[in-house]
């Protein structure tokens, strides 16, 4: 009863994949305390049979302790930074207790667990978010959109150079979608910066004319710095 249980579970998630790939508007729903995942992927060729595993084995656990797929993007370039995702993909939990027991308890129910992720994604990094309030939001695929993560070398520096790096941002037509901040990662998957913004332009060219003041902007608070073209 409970693997039919766990099969139903999957296929609606599923389903549901399949539903949000319909619309180029995507939107995005949270209440306070509810938890975002920010995963980026790279999937080696020739998985689908591992794939296949990991949705009997995996997907159920992490939907019984509330875990829902949200529609995700690819990346279809890397603007700055040292890695090359294939995909930067949403999910969300109810709250922080599941999603840091699925963490916890993860292994002793699939032992494999890691073995999986390593045989599926040669790149898996993931960062996720407690909401500190209700926040909705929408990313248009019609659009230019951009996700940039920042790691500060110092603190007052940094800040300066946020609040420069969204002013010009704006000035030049940028949209802010999502400012994330405190965000927890994991041991082996790690990617936690200390600022994600995802911006949205009306065009290539719009966000390459900030993307050009951006680059001669005083970096000496930045220790690192990731930046995806979303699509």
Not at 167 to 186: D, M, R
Request: proline letters at 3%.
């Amino acid at each position: 009863m409970k693997l039919f249980k766990s099969l139903i579970l999957t296929a609606s998630c599923l389903f549901t994949l399949s539903l949000f790939a319909q619309s180029d508007i995507k939107s995005y729903n949270f209440k306070k305390g509810e938890i975002l995942d920010i995963l980026l992927l790279t999937t080696k060729p020739g998985t689908k049979k591992d794939f296949e595993k990991y949705k009997k084995t995996i997907f159920p656990v992490g939907i019984e302790k509330t875990y829902k797929p949200l529609p995700g993007f690819g990346i279809s370039e890397t603007t700055q930074g040292n890695i090359q995702p294939s995909n930067f993909i949403f999910g969300k939990w109810k709250d922080l207790k599941n999603r840091e027991e699925f963490i916890a308890q993860i292994e002793g129910i699939v032992p494999d667990f890691h073995v999986q992720r390593r045989n599926i994604w040669s790149l898996f990094n993931l960062t996720y978010y407690e909401m500190p309030q209700d926040i909705s939001f929408k990313i248009d695929k019609n659009k230019y959109n951009v996700a940039t993560s920042y790691w500060k070398k110092e603190t007052t520096s940094f800040k300066k150079f946020k609040e420069l790096w969204l002013q010009k941002s704006s000035a030049n037509g940028g949209k802010k979608i999502i400012e994330l901040t405190n965000g927890k990662s994991v041991v082996g998957y790690y990617h936690n910066p200390d600022l994600l913004v995802i911006t949205q332009w009306e065009s290539k060219a719009a966000f390459d004319s900030f993307y050009k003041e951006n680059l001669k902007m005083n970096h000496k608070g930045i220790l690192h710095v990731n930046q995806f073209v979303l699509n």
